[in-house]
């Protein structure tokens, strides 16, 4: 089976840089990587789609990259409000798959 | 864009459901429609999708629900459907319909419907 692997949680002061990592054999298929941020009983919400690109009305600090089998969502100067779950989400054949998701504090 | 699910509520073990899904804001047929779900407390999973018609409206599904749920879409209402049978209580979570427009485009999602099994 597909499997992406994030840390389970991060934490940083506001201000620093939070960095979360996603990993898996999935990722050497080139199908490009999606991030979701999922706040506290709501529905979750795309920050990253195509490796790096962000969608409209998302924070400039919200980045992403990718190399071989690891993909990094960072975040540059982290605030209160981005506190949540993040998760990494890929494609492999006709399966789709999601990390099992990271809380950052 | 919009998406509006509808139809959870409370069901028991080898019960059934369906789940719509209503749509606007975007041109629904030529767009792939999918399923992913949340238990409580868990991380989400990808329940399924259902391609387009010029795609030839083909299905996949995660495992665990293979054999058991079954995504349609009628595109002269803008509106998808995920059928649940022989449902379980591992099934119980949170629903969600999403919006693909293909690897190159953001996804779009509904705020979701609740399922609980339960007996």
């Known amino acids: 089976s597909y499997e992406l692997t994030q840390p389970s949680s991060v934490s940083v002061s506001p201000g620093q840089t939070a960095r979360i990592t996603c990993s898996g054999d999935?990722?050497?298929?080139?199908?490009?990587v999606r991030w979701f941020q999922q706040k506290s009983g709501q529905a979750p919400v795309l920050v990253i789609y195509?490796?790096?690109e962000r969608p409209s009305g998302i924070p400039e600090r919200f980045s992403g990259s990718s190399s071989g089998t690891t993909v990094t969502l960072t975040i540059s100067g982290a605030q209160v409000e981005d506190e949540a779950d993040y998760y990494c989400y890929s494609a492999a054949d006709n399966i789709r798959v999601f990390g099992g998701g990271t809380k950052l504090t | 864009v919009k998406l509006v699910e509808s139809g959870g509520g409370l069901v028991k073990p080898g019960g059934s459901l369906r789940l719509s899904c209503t749509c606007s804001?975007?041109?629904?047929?030529?767009?792939?429609m999918s399923w992913v779900r949340q238990a409580p407390g868990k991380g989400l999973e990808w329940v399924g999708r259902?391609?387009?018609?010029?795609?030839?409206?083909?299905?996949d599904y995660a495992a665990p629900v293979k054999g058991r749920f079954i995504i349609s879409r009628d595109d002269s209402t803008n509106t998808t459907y995920l059928q649940l049978s022989g449902l379980k209580i591992e099934d119980t979570g949170v629903y969600y319909c999403t919006a693909w427009f293909g690897e190159m485009y953001p996804d779009y999602w509904g705020h979701g419907t609740p399922v609980t099994v339960s007996s």
């Open positions: 195509k490796d790096t």
């Open positions: 999935v990722l050497a298929k080139k199908k490009y």
């Open positions: 804001g975007f041109t629904f047929k030529n767009v792939w």
């Open positions: 259902i391609q387009s018609e010029v795609d030839g409206w083909t299905e």
